[in-house]
């Protein structure tokens, strides 16, 4: 029992959660130490006087207990992540970071002891004044090494945070403007840093404490200055220690692990053997085998869940993590995270979603978003009777119609903040609510089938003396969860939307055509979008595959004034 509650307050998902925590909190230093940099492109005294409001949140006992305690349970943390990982096989963008966030330590030392060791120890002032004389002026090599961690620690941490939000569909919504940021921190910081260096080299600035030049306010008696370099020795030779002993421990259990080897195949005949404690994932890629894994290996999301064929009785049950993924997804019997399972003997299994190998991808191809279940609406157009219509009409005339219909539907879409999902023969099919609430979507999603039966009017009489008779469309908007993510193969890869919402849809835009009419919503939608339609006439149609009908209103006339109260200010949700 005291070894289960062990494991349960030291299991995978509270250390992930631990080094989170704390690198946010060194990223949140960091953030406001950057923006201290900023203000010395006013000048010198002016981030002097800005570091007076930001210094009191760190320099005190708590303060310094959460940053520099944050600091070393991260780099604790990530080196015993490394020891942890069977295999240092890893996508290109995981191992950037792993190395980003080794270089930190090195990076970072010399300047902890030069200022707040220095501080601390020997009572050296430690602002800009005394920092830019030492890094721009007395040692610019050592001015440029400050200037590449910071870069570093940044870097580091945006690519963390990246990777933690990066699924998140209000993340997705504000991903240009956190780019924005992301780029403009660094470079408005090292250019502070540079006017304030560039400001105090010039023969006609003064530091303070520095009259006449007799004595320069930076330097430290010999002897503090020697115990400052021995310091900083050992804190790089401590850092460097548990790097060597991270990689000699894992030199040793593998060593100690070829003894133990289990194996894994799989049904085309592939077998892999890796030592006990192996993860499924892990093996397949120490042997270069194609895997998916969306989350990193996480066991966040099932892209790389396995089928469990033979030696079931080899596995130990899924882990709390483990069992809500699966649990979230329905699996069936006998399948398993490939992230998660361990096995302790031979297994035989298949993955459920087969990767392909680089050599089998199209040039131009990139790796698919996954699919994430999100409340949107979805609208699907069509020109009723079009075959009549064209049926006499010459290629290039059908083509240039068909044009300026897509054109007055794709704007009505964009304009109500929609996006366009795809053209099909002479329907459309647009979704909403990719980056906001179903409330919100449902009303764009409204709003854009009235800007659509005003720009086909608009159309029909500028192509009056074209047309035999105008063009008439039919429309089906409805509400629910749906299957978000990129979906095809090479250049036709696209952004979607799948699942039994979208069927709902296509079918009430054949109810409409069938109807005659121009719009047939579902209940959902109108109750939703706050409309009041009691006036408007509703019946109750089969849904193919429901077992339940389902109410939607039909709108035979009148569309444009049923939606003159439709509220589109996000706002008003």
Same mark, same amino acid.
């Given at each position: 029992m005291a070894a289960g509650v062990l494991e349960n307050l030291i299991s995978q998902r509270r250390l992930r959660r631990a080094r989170l925590l704390s690198g946010l909190i060194i990223f949140t230093f960091l953030t406001m130490h950057m923006m201290n940099h900023m203000f010395g492109l006013i000048s010198v005294e002016m981030a002097d006087y800005a570091r007076r409001w930001f210094l009191p949140l760190w320099r005190n006992p708590a303060g310094t207990v959460l940053l520099y305690g944050a600091f070393l349970t991260h780099?604790?943390?990530?080196?015993?992540?490394?020891?942890?990982?069977?295999?240092?096989?890893?996508?290109?963008?995981e191992a950037a970071q792993i190395i980003l966030g080794l270089l930190v330590p090195i990076l970072l030392i010399d300047h902890i002891v030069s200022t707040r060791l220095? =501080? %601390?120890?020997?009572?050296?002032?430690?602002?800009?004044?005394?920092?830019?004389?030492?890094?721009?002026?007395?040692?610019?090599?050592?001015?440029?090494k400050q200037a590449l961690a910071l870069l570093v620690i940044w870097l580091h941490g945006c690519l963390g945070i990246h990777f933690w939000l990066r699924y998140r569909p209000w993340y997705t919504a504000i991903w240009p403007g956190v780019l924005t940021v992301a780029i403009l921190m660094p470079t408005l910081s090292l250019l502070g840093f540079m006017q304030m260096g560039r400001t105090m080299s010039t023969p006609v600035y003064l530091m303070s404490g520095f009259p006449g030049g007799?004595?320069?306010?930076? $330097?430290?008696? /010999? &002897?503090?200055? &020697? &115990?400052l370099h021995e310091i900083r020795l050992a804190l790089h030779g401590t850092f460097a220690t548990l790097v060597i002993f991270v990689f000699a421990a894992r030199g040793v259990r593998w060593l100690r692990e070829r003894a133990h080897l289990i194996t894994i195949r799989f049904p085309e005949g592939q077998a892999i053997s890796v030592p006990r404690g192996y993860t499924v994932l892990e093996a397949s890629r120490m042997a270069s085998r194609p895997h998916y894994a969306v989350c990193g290996g996480k066991g966040r999301c099932s892209t790389c869940r396995v089928q469990i064929i033979e030696g079931s009785e080899n596995l130990s049950p899924p882990d709390s993590q483990e069992e809500r993924t699966l649990s979230r997804i329905k699996a069936g019997p006998g399948v398993r995270l490939a992230c998660q399972l361990r096995p302790n003997g031979p297994v035989t299994l298949t993955p459920l979603l087969v990767a392909k190998s680089e050599v089998d +991808?199209?040039?131009? =191809?990139?790796? $698919?978003?996954?699919?994430?279940?999100?409340?949107?609406?979805?609208?699907?157009?069509?020109?009723?009777?079009? %075959? *009549?219509?064209?049926?006499?009409r010459l290629p290039f005339d059908i083509v240039f119609l068909l044009n300026r219909y897509?054109?007055?539907?794709?704007?009505?879409?964009? &304009?109500?903040?929609?996006?366009?999902?795809k053209f099909i023969g002479d329907g459309a099919m647009a979704l909403f609510g990719l980056s906001g609430n179903a409330e919100l979507a449902c009303r764009q999603a409204l709003d854009a089938s009235r800007r659509i039966i005003a720009g086909i009017e608009a159309l029909n009489e500028q192509? /009056?003396? +074209?047309?035999p008779d105008p063009l008439r469309i039919a429309m089906g908007i409805h509400t629910g969860? /749906?299957?978000?993510?990129?979906?095809?193969?090479?250049?036709?890869? %696209?952004? *979607? $939307?799948?699942?039994?919402?979208?069927?709902?849809?296509?079918?009430? +835009? %054949?109810v409409a055509k069938d109807l005659d009419t121009k719009l047939v919503l579902s209940e959902p939608v109108a109750r939703l979008a706050g409309l009041d339609l009691s006036s408007v006439p509703s019946q109750d149609i089969a849904i193919r595959g429901r077992t339940e009908s389902l109410k939607v209103f039909v709108f035979e006339k009148g569309v444009r004034k049923a939606l003159e109260g439709l509220v589109i200010d996000p706002s008003a949700s």
């Open positions: 780099i604790t943390l990530v080196l015993g992540s490394l020891y942890m990982r069977r295999s240092m096989a890893m996508p290109w963008t220095a =501080s %601390t120890l020997f009572y050296l002032r430690d602002n800009y004044e005394i920092v830019v004389h030492s890094l721009w002026t007395k040692a610019p090599f050592n001015g440029a007799y004595y320069d306010p930076s $330097a430290l008696p /010999a &002897q503090a200055s &020697q &115990q +991808e199209a040039p131009d =191809s990139y790796e $698919a978003i996954p699919g994430r279940e999100r409340e949107i609406a979805v609208l699907f157009c069509d020109i009723r009777n079009f %075959t *009549t219509l064209t049926e006499t897509f054109s007055v539907v794709g704007h009505a879409v964009e &304009q109500a903040g929609g996006r366009m999902d192509l /009056a003396n +074209e047309l969860p /749906a299957v978000v993510g990129t979906l095809g193969y090479g250049n036709a890869r %696209t952004l *979607t $939307a799948i699942g039994d919402t979208v069927n709902v849809a296509s079918r009430l +835009e %054949t």
